[in-house]
């Protein structure tokens, strides 16, 4: 029942027309609440593709959550176990682990792990933004819909519950420049303790 997102990109024609084959098959074969793909079908159609292990939802990231208990080597374990078989289908020059920076504690803690994963392998990191909306004032909509989306799911919402100022904002899920990013890096890193900053990457 668990799914995890995972971006991919086709690289030329061969790639695009692989990720077309991937959406037919998980819309007709793979669906269960949501289209999905396993590593069996990415493996046959991976060629001309590249992937990167996108935001807090994807698998790396639920798999350091989940061992967070047991401590850092649980988690190296469980990415090398679990998540390095899915970057070895698509090799290091196709493959890339996404960096992301947020006030999401998870976030923080998700980047250390990812950093040492990458570094033990080999991997290419890739500092990249969440995005849900195309511009910063398109905050309250996403929050507004987010809710929404709660409450089909039958959970109880007030208007107590959404987000009245953007510095309550744990992100700010819109596209955004080079600039930007660093200044959101800046602002991340300056709740962090010396030992668990990115001062080695």
Known sequence: KRRHHL???AKNDVGLKNLFKL???SFRNGFYRYPRLDFKILDQYKEGLII?????AGMPNWLVF???KNGD???QNALDNEFKP???IF???NANIELQFNKLPVQALSNKHLIKFAQRHGYNLLATCDNHYA???SWKDRELYRLMARQSKGYDISKDDLVQTIEQLDCELYVKNGDQMYASYLEMVKTFPNEDRYDDI
Request: charged fraction near 25%; glycine fraction near 4%; charge should be negative.
């Open 73 to 75: 080597q649980a988690i």
């Open 23 to 25: 959406t037919s098959w």
């Open 86 to 88: 899915l970057m070895d």
């Open 7 to 9: 971006v991919i990109v």
């Open 91 to 93: 090799g290091k020059e």
């Open 66 to 68: 989940r061992e967070e």
């Open 135 to 137: 511009q910063p004032k």
């Open 52 to 56: 990167s292990t996108a935001c807090v």
